[in-house]
């Protein structure tokens, strides 16, 4: 799924290679609170919202991929990437409660997302290469565990068989999700993160 994904976003680069990856950035972010202000509208405008939240995740891939292509890439643009990644998992999350989820269990899921990425970041400050893991709750599986109760809840009001809401069900499997991702991710990271601190980076304890 996320190499599925990454090479859709590879495939558009080019006619972006232009475009200040920060305001790709910005604009995903935009993109998803678009598609939390059109999912309050219901059927049959809420299929729209799915088009912005996918819309958003392109634009997401884009910023980095446009700034490793055109040789942009830079310090304080990653921090910006970032804090607009976490801007946009708290909006999808918050497409759901729109759908029917329950707030509280939102809150949960949201929690459990953020660490997920505080966790691999604060890891790669330390040493760690890369991502310590691919784990299956990487931010394409979070857009389409948004995309696809958006779409459903244009055409039938709740979930056929168990009569859920739709949000209430893709909250559930992102909550399934994200736990499985945050065992995956602590396994990679133990394996990972060096034994000692990098002779470039002080212990900050």
């Known amino acids: 799924m996320v190499r599925g994904w990454l090479r859709l976003v590879r495939a558009c680069v080019r006619p ?3 475009v200040p990856p920060d305001v790709l950035s910005v604009a995903g972010v935009l993109a998803f609170a ?8 219901g059927a049959p405008w809420v299929a729209f919202a799915g088009v912005l939240v996918v819309l958003g995740g392109v634009l997401d891939g884009l910023d980095g991929a446009v700034a490793l292509a055109a040789d942009r890439a830079r310090p304080l643009g990653a921090v910006v990437d970032a804090v607009c990644d976490r801007l946009g998992d708290l909006l999808l999350v918050a497409v ?43 931010r394409p599986t979070r857009i389409i565990v948004v995309a696809l109760p958006v779409l459903g809840a244009a055409v039938l009001p709740r979930v056929p068989g168990p009569g859920w809401s739709w949000g ?30 990098p002779p470039e980076i002080p212990p900050d304890r």
């Open 168 to 197: 209430t069900t893709f909250l559930t499997t992102w909550a399934a999700l994200a736990l499985v991702g945050l065992v995956q991710l602590a396994v990679g990271m133990w394996r990972s993160i060096p034994a000692e601190f």
């Open 16 to 18: 972006f290679l232009g």
């Open 34 to 41: 678009g598609a939390l202000l059109v999912a309050t509208a």
């Open 96 to 138: 759901l409660v729109v759908l029917g989820a329950p707030a509280p269990a939102a809150v949960a899921v949201a929690a459990v997302t953020l660490l997920h990425e505080y966790a691999r970041a604060r890891a790669q400050s330390v040493g760690m290469p890369g991502a310590g893991a691919v784990t299956v709750a990487e």
